[in-house]
C-alpha cells in the first residue's frame, strides 16, 4: 500500500453514461498525476495537478474528459458520454515537486 | 470477431539466478528515470530511481545501469524469487516537460522455482 488510494476500484458502465473516479494522494504530496492504461501497455499520462492548479493536459484527453483538484488535495476525474474506448485502468499517482511518484491501485472502467 | 493479443517481452529465470531487464529511452534530454514493478490488478510499485548525472545506483537486490549515450537503461535483480514475478516498465521524465513520466512497453519477468 502506498498511501495513494482511489475509489471506486472497478466500474462498470453502459456507453453514452458518467462516470467520475476520485483519488486520494498522499497527504505532504503537492503534485498529483492522472493516467490511463490499456491492456498490455504502460501508462499514458493524461493530466496533472500541483496543489490547486491544473498544469498540464495530454492530448489523449478530450472534452469529455474533465479533472479537478478543487483544495489541492483529493481530485476527481469525470468522464462524460462513456465511449467502449474509453475501457482502461485509470491510475492516480502522486509526488512530492520532482520526485517519484507513487501510484495507486488505480480503477479499472469497462463500458459496455 | 477475432482479438489481437499485445505480447510483452518475457524474461524467464530460474530462482536464485539474477536477472537483467533492459530499456531504450526515446528523449536525450531525459534526466530522470524510474522502474516500476507491476503485479496483475495493482499499480505500478515504484522500486529504484536514477538521475541523469549518474551512471548506477544500487537498492536492496536492485541495482539500476544508465548509458546515457546509447540511450539505455538496465535493471538487475539479484538472487530473483518468485515473488519478483511481475511486468517491470521503465519510465523517463524529459527536462523542462513538467512532471509527466513516459512509460516504456513493459517486459513481463517469470521465476520459476
Known sequence: ?112 | GESVGLHLPTLSVQEGDNSIINCAYSNSASDYFIWYKQESGKGPQFIIDIRSNMDKRQGQRVTVLLNKTVKHLSLQIAATQPGDSAVYFCAEKVRNQGGKLIFGQGTELSVKP
Open chain 1, 1 to 112: 500500500d502506498t498511501g495513494v488510494s482511489q475509489d471506486p476500484r472497478h466500474k462498470i458502465t453502459k456507453r453514452g453514461q458518467n462516470v467520475t473516479f476520485r483519488c486520494d494522494p498522499i497527504s505532504e504530496h503537492n503534485r498529483l498525476y492522472w493516467y490511463r492504461q490499456t491492456l498490455g501497455q504502460g501508462p499514458e499520462f493524461l493530466t496533472y495537478f500541483q496543489n490547486e492548479a491544473q498544469l498540464e493536459k495530454s492530448r489523449l484527453l478530450s472534452d469529455r474528459f474533465s479533472a479537478e483538484r478543487p483544495k489541492g488535495s483529493f481530485s476527481t476525474l469525470e468522464i462524460q458520454r462513456t465511449e467502449q474506448g474509453d475501457s482502461a485502468m485509470y491510475l492516480c499517482a502522486s509526488s512530492f515537486e520532482h520526485n517519484e511518484q507513487f501510484f495507486g491501485p488505480g480503477t479499472r472502467l469497462t463500458v459496455l
